[in-house]
Each structure stands twice: as C-alpha cells, then as structure tokens.
C-alpha cells in the first residue's frame, strides 16, 4: 500500500496554538495579579491618608526659603557640598575636584599618620582626654614620609589647652565665616528630592557637618580649661546650630548624625557644669538652645521620610524592574545585565511591586511611626520590641510579596532607640543646668527635684522611656546621680553598663542612662 503523507503542516500550527494559550494565561496572569496588588495598595493608602498619613517623599520635602537668608547658601556652607551638587541641586559631573571643602575639620587627611582620640566622654562620666589630643597635633610625620604637620604648633609643648587651641587656630577664620552665617533665620540645602531613584540622594553635607561640630567641641572644651567661658559658650552654641542646620531634612541617616554632633557637644556642657565653670547667665542660655530640641518629633519625621524612600525606590524599580537585580549596588548599569535577563524581570507583574510597597508602608505606619508618642513625651522599648517582633515575621517566609520589604527596611529598632537617648541627653543637661542654677544660688544641690520649678526650670522632663520623673539623688561627697531607667527598663540604680569585646564603650542598651560627675 502506498504511505498517506504526512500532515506536518499541523505541527507549527499546534505549536502556535500552545503559544497562544501560553500567552493568553500570561496575560490574564499579570491582569489578576496588577489588579489585586493595585487595589490592596490603593486601599490601604486611602485608609491611611484619611487618618493624615503621607507616603510620598514630596510629603515630607521641606519647602523653599529665601536664598538670601538661607545658611546652607552660604560659601563656606556650600563649599562642603559643591564638589557633588550645585546650588541649585543639581549633580556636578564630573566631580569637581578642585573645590576646597572649608567645613570639614579635623579630617583623617591631616595627621592620617596619627589616630583620632576616642572618649565614651560623659555617657561615662569621663573628661576628655585634652593630653591625648595635644599628642595627636603634636604627632610628627614618620620620618621618612615627605609630608609635614598640618596644624600650627609651638617648638616647645605648652599646656595641653593651649597647644589645641594654637592648633585649632587654623580654622579661626572659618569658624567666624559660620558663626556669621548661623545668624541667618532659615537652612535648607539644596539637595535633590526629585531623584527618579531617592536612593540616589547625595547627602555630602553631612559629614563635613560632623567634623567642623567635632572641632567646635574640642576648641570649647580647651576654651573651657583655660577660663574662658565665654568663647566656650558661643562655640557649643555654634555646635548646636549646625545640629539645627538639617533638622528639616527627611533622612532618617541625617537625624543620627545630628544625634552624635549634639552628644559631642554635651561634652563641653557637662564639663563645664562638673566644675561648676558656667556663670548663671551663660546657665540660662544653655538651657534655652537645649529646649529647642525635639527628638521625638524628629523621629516620626525620619520615620516618614524612611517610608517615602522606600516608595520612591519601589516606584523606580516598577519602572525598571531590571535594576532589582543589582539594587545593593551604588554605580548599576543595567546594560551589563544579559539581555535575556532583561526580559525576564520586565515581566514580573506591576502588582508585585504595589504588594510590596504595601507590605513596606504598612510595617512603618502601623508599628514604627508610633513608637514616638508626642504627647505623652514616651518612647517604648517594649513597643519596639514588639515592632522588630513583627518585622521578622513578616518576611520570615521568602515571597514575591515581601523580597524588596526585605531589601529596603533596615534594623528600625536600633535607630529607635538612638532617638529615645538623644532626648534623654538633651532632658538630663537640661535638668542638670537647673541643678547647677540652684546650687549657685543656695550653696548645694536640692534634696528633690520638684524645687527646681518653676525658678530654674520652666518644667522637670521626665523619663521619656516610662514617663516617670527622672531618677535623682544627692550623693555623700555632695554630688549627684541623675539617670533615666535606659532601654531595659530597669533601674539598676545609676549604674553604666560597658561593652566587651572588640568595640568597647558604654553599652546604652543595657543599665542606666546617667549624668553623673566624676568624683572630687
């Protein structure tokens, strides 16, 4: 018999009907899954902007001020950033590397050859070392380098504060060009909010900020030794300025940096109440820029300001949703990646993304924002505890709906708690100022703390952990202890816990947090 030939013909055409079934079930796929994650998300976000919540990081960018009277727009200010941004925000490419940076002081480049001093200072109720500073400016290059001292020094050593202040006299003419430019009302750096990816944010500012605070700190802690109390003022006052300077900013990285300038500069603060150097009128002043300061409303600031990044970084990998590949990386080009690749992640479903903006708004408003109560004036580790708690939960199961939750919320709890020991640094100094107040006018520190008001304190701050007065009491060598019960929540009697290990210091999770002088 003669063979039927074979109808292959009908193979492509098989073939190609399976592709289409393929496609349509994609297809209907992606619809299911965009709708559900877009409708979740736009639920959600309803629900919580009618209870006045924001998710955006134009929500929480602060406004315009004038240029005229704007401390950022300053030269000197804008000389620590214009290397990288304009003053109008914009990108410098390439970098421009003739700029000098004037507010940076101190830097690892002068004696790199010699190591920085380090001090728990007061959270441990420790002096600073001023022999150890005066070594370090002292510290001849290494004899076979061709570099020489960067800072002025005497042939002949001095007392330890006179040496840093021959030292520190290289940035007179700087520090005097930013107490000028501090009178100004407003300070807003130009920084570019509207990045397609917030992650991209430059923030140079910030460590020029902290190094020019270090150096104000350590001139007025030498100031402070050598009687002149009144310089000493003016440049702690200069510090906390520049801890003001970016108070505005929703970052929660420029927030712990204001947190280590303000504990820096506590430092001439307690110093100067330890033995008893401050006059009744500089007191007043002290406590008038520390009342300022408020941690708390900051926090939530942060807070929001973390969320809205997190949104915009989402946003930016749904419209680019082959850089999640490579989201940990500063300098991505994602023509790198293969191109195949490529076509894989632009597939994922648009409400994958929304799932997991959802899943990282929801973690900061229904756990993290709160943990700051402004009213009640608390911050609760119990609460935080319970948030980290939650977290962990939520992404201890690998999904599609949690991956970038997993990437972009970093450890809340920690920044947390920096918050709460700021304001309780800030509230101890302010209680400690009324002490010294007191003791000028009676010859003695007050058996309680209630007498203190309304005459040397407008109002006692109380524990922002519980909410309960601060802990005080005078002590047999006619000093005191004033403390904070700290993060464990227990009162371990004023009692500093220290780290072991490889990176020593004051362990603030654990024992009190105290103000306490050091024996005479």
């Known amino acids: 018999m003669d063979e039927k030939p074979k109808k292959t013909w009908r193979h492509p055409q098989r073939l190609l009907f399976k592709l289409a079934c393929l496609g349509t079930l994609i297809a209907i796929f992606h619809a299911e899954e965009n709708w559900r994650g877009w409708h979740a998300w736009q639920k959600f976000k309803q629900a919580w902007e009618a209870k006045g919540e924001k998710f955006d990081m134009a929500d929480v960018t602060p406004p315009p001020v004038p240029e005229d009277q704007n401390f950022a727009l300053t030269p000197i200010v804008v000389s620590s950033y214009e290397a990288t941004l304009d003053k109008a925000g914009h990108e410098v490419r390439p970098r421009n590397t003739n700029v000098v940076d004037r507010l940076s002081m101190i830097t690892w480049r002068d004696n790199h050859w010699a190591k920085i001093p380090q001090s728990d200072g007061w959270q441990a109720s420790k002096k600073s070392d001023l022999k150890a500073w005066q070594a370090y400016f002292r510290s001849p290059p290494p004899t076979n380098s061709v570099e020489t001292n960067s800072f002025p020094v005497a042939p002949l050593p001095q007392s330890p504060a006179d040496d840093i202040l021959l030292a520190l006299s290289k940035y007179d003419s700087a520090i005097e060009e930013i107490r000028q430019a501090s009178q100004l009302p407003y300070s807003r750096f130009p920084l570019t909010y509207n990045k397609e990816n917030p992650a991209d944010i430059l923030l140079p500012h910030l460590a020029a900020l902290k190094s020019c605070a270090q150096a104000l700190n350590l001139r007025a802690l030498a100031e402070l030794q050598n009687g002149q109390s009144g310089k000493a003022l003016a440049d702690v006052k200069l510090s906390l300025r520049l801890v003001d300077s970016i108070h505005t900013e929703p970052f929660l990285i420029s927030h712990l940096v204001r947190i280590a300038i303000l504990q820096n500069a506590l430092q001439s603060v307690w110093e100067g109440l330890a033995e008893h150097w401050w006059s009744e009128e500089q007191l007043g002043a002290l406590d008038a820029e520390l009342a300022k300061l408020d941690f708390l409303a900051d926090y939530k600031l942060g807070m929001r300001g973390e ?133 000028l006018a009676h010859g003695e520190y007050p058996e309680l703390l209630d007498v203190l008001v309304p005459q040397f304190i407008a109002k006692l701050p109380h524990d922002v952990i519980n909410g309960q007065p601060l802990h005080y009491r005078r002590t047999s060598d006619g000093q005191f202890v004033l403390y904070s019960v700290g993060w464990n929540e227990t009162d371990d009697s004023g009692e500093v816990v220290f780290r072991k290990g490889s990176t020593p210091g004051v362990d603030i999770s654990q024992g009190d947090w105290v103000w306490r002088y050091p024996a005479r």
């Open 307 to 439: 969320s809205g990044l997190q949104g915009g970084i989402i946003e930016c990998l749904h419209q680019h949703p082959e850089q999640m590949m490579d989201i940990s990386r500063d300098n991505y080009n994602s023509r790198k990646m293969p191109f195949p690749a490529r076509i894989i992640w632009q597939m994922i479903p648009s409400g994958w993304f929304d799932q997991n903006r959802l899943r990282c708004a929801r973690m900061m408003v229904e756990f993290f924002i709160p943990l700051a109560d402004e009213n009640q004036r608390t911050i609760s580790p119990a609460l935080t505890r319970r948030a980290n708690a939650a977290f962990e939960a939520d992404i201890k199961h690998r999904s599609l709906y949690n991956i970038l939750e997993r990437m972009l919320l970093p450890a809340l709890g920690n920044a947390v708690e920096k918050f709460a020991r700021a304001q309780t640094s800030a509230d101890s100094a302010r209680t400690a100022i009324a002490l010294e107040r007191y003791r």
